[in-house]
């Protein structure tokens, strides 16, 4: 079943033909994997990468981890066996490239439900064109099964003919409108990849702006931009020690029939108390997560 509040702050790509790669990927400290059948994989190698993907995800082993398998696009020579074995192997997601339309995702989740794929088998959806950003909201609308947009800043920047500047300003306007629709239809929202992953203050900054922006967290390149992802995308101490003073004091309030608290010279409403609960529920997550 769809949890909103499960970690997602590391979602980190793994290629699909790398049977070393899938195997050390058990033991880092991602929310989530995505093994690779599309882009990190060599057209010569699409099958065999299949087998070994799906065989990974059947062995299991990955832990507490959210697995998502990416297969190639249903108009290629190899989409519809990536789908066959995917469903077969039954992840948390099977994460559809290049989602233009509502029509992609309904055909999507015919098949899947042809094809036996459990019910707890989500669709996730690449947002990496001008098209797919267009028609957000449609996709969106498209399937139960769908509950997340990935973001697919590269493919969209150069579609867009767009230069990616540290503060992504030519990418901002997509960013925020596939952000507004997965939220206004309870989705989860992952920002694109950094991909100078030797570039620590880089990232930094990007993950900051993803923070502000409202974004749940990142799609990752490489095992080191993990730590600081997951840092990045969690609560610190101080703002959860706020979120329990906030309760506390809104509650305290409610019990003298007030329907108004002040902390620290602010107010206090209901809809702030509901933010605090839900950074509670996210920071109690992320310890459950790494316990």
Not at 65 to 79: F, M, P, Q, S, V
Not at 182 to 199: E, K, L, P, Q, T
Not at 254 to 270: C, H, S, T
Request: glycine content about 6%.
């Amino acid at each position: 079943m769809f949890d909103p509040f499960r970690p997602r702050r590391s979602v980190l790509y793994m290629p699909g033909s790398n049977a070393r790669a899938l195997e050390k990927a058990k033991g880092l400290a991602a929310d989530a994997l995505i093994l690779d059948l599309e882009d990190a994989v060599a057209p010569g190698e699409k099958a065999i990468a299949r087998d070994l993907v799906t065989d990974a995800v059947r062995s299991g082993g990955y832990g507490k981890r959210e697995i998502a398998i990416r297969i190639n696009g249903l108009d290629t020579d190899h989409g519809m066996e990536d789908l066959r074995a995917a469903c077969a192997a039954a992840p948390d997601a099977i994460l559809i490239p290049k989602a233009q339309s509502a029509g992609m995702i309904e055909e999507i989740d015919v098949l899947m439900n042809d094809l036996g794929a459990p019910d707890s088998t989500q669709i996730w959806a690449m947002m990496e064109t001008p098209l797919g950003v267009l028609h957000a909201e449609k996709v969106a609308m498209a399937s139960t099964r769908l509950t997340a947009f990935i973001m697919g800043t590269n493919d969209l920047a150069e579609d867009l003919r767009a230069q990616q500047t540290m503060d992504r300003i030519a990418l901002i306007p997509a960013l925020t409108h596939c952000l507004l629709v997965a939220r206004s239809y309870g989705m989860i929202a992952i920002d694109g990849v950094y991909n100078a992953f030797r570039d620590t203050e880089g990232f930094r900054e990007r993950c900051a702006q993803s923070r502000i922006l409202g974004f749940d967290g990142k799609t990752l390149i490489h095992p080191s931009q993990i730590e600081l992802c997951n840092t990045a995308f969690a609560p610190d101490d101080a703002a959860v020690e706020h979120a329990k003073a906030q309760i506390k004091a809104f509650e305290e309030a409610q019990a003298k029939g007030e329907g108004i608290a002040v902390l620290d010279g602010r107010i206090v409403e209901n809809l702030h108390a509901e933010s605090a609960r839900s950074l509670l529920i996210r920071h109690n997550a992320i310890r459950a997560m790494e316990n």
